[in-house]
């Protein structure tokens, strides 16, 4: 077979040259052109959790265990609607156990005051169900005879299933409340059945404070479900008073569960950021009402007024407005925005982080440039508006005269005076495509 050449003519081949050059034109720096058209996304990554904290307690001195006349005490956060529990084993039993009944002790009256004092009404004894009971005492075999017929978690109203007779636990068991101020509360609990029928050495415990949503406690079974066999580690404390393996299961459902509010996007040109600036105070131009209530209509109405911002958006879920957090393996709330933005303009955006009273995730310092594409996670950051005092995330009370504060907008720390958060790329996706 013979290949033919062709030549072709000198002015068409000028002609392509020319094209090909246009077509992978540069800007003035040898960058690529990128379109001035983007949409830009944002996810709520985090992977929601049933409960805000988890914990154990023990006796401070020599043993863990709690002795009669000894205590032992833990410190903790709840908002309005949130309980403790807490479950700790009857020493002297096969495998009974002291804890409050489900969802545990609120620790807010009605007209929303902190629960404080002796609670100890709220207390009683439990059968894990997994061995028989033997008369309670000193010379009680451990671990025991296992029962047959692994039987339910149940209530012991005063006697077991073997007839063996007990004390209310209220008289056994002390249980009593101290609010330290904000959400802050310090549960004390002090072995009292020295000198009773029941007089029983209590081991160390663990605790826990479940979510809430609304009204709704995300977890209202967060140790143990009566009415069901016993499960996550419960036996161990119940049989040994071990609380290593109830602690890896409460650690498996610990942490946070915010959703995100409606989102703010601006597009500007200049140096300074229009949402804030760190070290300021708030401006009295809307970063309030969207830190403390999610909604950012009030500076995105601001901002449409200003010199240099060319668009502002407010992004909403489609389905829930806000952006919910993932739950159960689903994914998480998402919100998408056309926006135009060309090399020399900014980008900037900002959020509430509603788990907190005015905490707000932001793109640092002065956003990113509009050219800019990809994923830009790496560049949020979380807030402190200043404007209510900080407290627990997950355990918060929201606005009002006492939580009122003016302090500048800081950036915070993680861990910050509460707890450890994930890492920002862990709960918010930002992309620009």
Not at 11 to 36: I, P, T, W
Request: aromatic share 6%; with cysteine.
């Amino acid at each position: 077979m013979q290949f033919v050449k062709f030549k072709l003519p000198l002015g068409l081949l000028s002609m392509l040259s020319v094209l090909a050059v246009s077509s992978c034109s540069s800007d003035d720096d040898g960058e690529m052109l990128v379109s001035d058209t983007a949409t830009i996304t944002v996810e709520n990554v985090i992977e929601g959790k049933a409960l805000t904290q988890y914990g154990t307690f023990q006796n401070t001195g020599s043993s863990p265990v709690i002795n009669p006349g000894e205590s032992a005490s833990f410190t903790f956060y709840a908002g309005k609607g949130q309980a403790v529990s807490f479950a700790a084993m009857y020493g002297n039993s096969n495998d009974l156990f002291f804890a409050p009944a489900n969802p545990g002790i609120l620790l807010y009256q009605n007209n929303g005051d902190p629960v404080t004092g002796d609670v100890s009404s709220q207390i009683k004894l439990w059968d894990n169900g997994t061995r028989v009971n033997e008369a309670p005492g000193s010379t009680v075999t451990h671990p025991g005879t296992a029962e047959t017929n692994v039987k339910n978690v149940a209530e012991v109203a005063g006697t077991d299933d073997q007839g063996h007779a007990y004390l209310p636990a209220s008289q056994l068991l002390k249980a009593e409340i101290t609010h330290e101020g904000g959400t802050k509360f310090t549960l004390k609990l002090t072995n009292t059945s020295g000198g009773t029928a029941n007089a029983t050495p209590i081991s160390a415990g663990a605790w826990a404070v479940s979510h809430i949503s609304g009204t709704t406690l995300l977890k209202q079974d967060p140790i143990f479900s009566p009415g069901k066999p016993s499960a996550n580690g419960l036996t161990d404390l119940a049989e040994t008073g071990k609380t290593t393996p109830l602690e890896q299961y409460l650690t498996g459902i610990t942490g946070p569960n915010s959703a995100f509010s409606p989102v703010l996007v601006v597009v500007y040109s200049g140096n300074d950021n229009p949402i804030f600036k760190t070290g300021e105070n708030d401006r009295g131009q809307g970063l309030k009402e969207l830190s403390q209530q999610g909604n950012a209509d009030v500076l995105a109405a601001f901002l449409k007024t200003k010199p240099g911002v060319k668009q502002v958006f407010v992004l909403k879920d489609p389905a829930t407005s806000i952006l919910q957090p993932r739950i159960n393996g689903n994914n998480g709330g998402k919100a998408s925005q056309v926006i135009s933005a060309q090399k020399g303009d900014r980008i900037a955006l900002a959020t509430m982080y509603a788990q907190s009273n005015d905490w707000f995730i932001a793109a640092t310092n002065n956003g990113v440039d509009g050219s800019t594409r990809g994923d830009i996670s790496s560049i949020m950051g979380l807030f402190d508006s200043g404007t209510l005092e900080s407290s627990f995330p997950g355990a918060h009370i929201g606005t009002g005269p006492a939580q009122a504060e003016s302090q500048p907008v800081q950036q915070l720390a993680n861990p910050n005076q509460f707890n450890t958060l994930p890492s920002l790329p862990q709960m918010i996706k930002v992309t620009i495509q």
